[in-house]
């Protein structure tokens, strides 16, 4: 029983830091300097996200590894802003990181994302948020595919919709 216990424990600080890494190269903003186009209250935005999205996007949460909708998800499409419908990402970028959520080597466009600073948790992260709204969407290393720009978006499937092609 000891040993399953101590099982569960490595394998959940695996999956919880696999999304965690400190990354201090990225350009980052505060985003208290920034505006966002559009700007709803929390019940504004409870009325339009699932509980899920509403618990990722507004209050900056995280849905867990490996048991989510679109982490092994390999059909073509595109993955739009559960929010807004923005297109954010494309399935021709989404790869396999090992992390338990989407990954994606890059935004579909200049743009749709912001990069700002994320210090919870008493990590420093680069954290990816919405442009139109501000919302949280997951983060971003520095460990993803070398040939693809080397970089990993890690992203909530709640934050998510994906439409297939």
Request: aromatic share 8%.
């Amino acid at each position: 029983m000891k040993s399953l216990l101590g099982i569960i424990l490595v394998l959940l600080f695996i999956s919880g830091s696999s999304c965690g890494q400190t990354n201090t190269k990225a350009k980052v903003q505060n985003t208290k300097d920034l505006q966002f186009p559009i700007q709803k209250s929390e019940a504004e935005w409870r009325k339009i996200l699932s509980p899920l999205a509403f618990e990722v996007m507004v209050k900056r949460g995280t849905e867990p590894p490996f048991r989510n909708e679109y982490n092994n998800n390999h059909q073509k499409g595109i993955y739009v802003s559960a929010a807004t419908g923005e297109p954010l990402f494309s399935s021709e970028d989404k790869f396999e990181s090992g992390s338990g959520w989407p990954s994606f080597t890059k935004a579909i466009k200049a743009g749709v994302v912001t990069i700002v600073t994320d210090t919870s948790h008493g990590m420093i992260r680069d954290e990816v948020i919405e442009t139109k709204t501000g919302l949280h969407l997951g983060h971003v290393f520095d460990d993803g595919p070398k040939d693809k720009g080397g970089k990993r978006y890690c992203m909530n499937s709640a934050a998510l919709k994906f439409i297939k092609k």
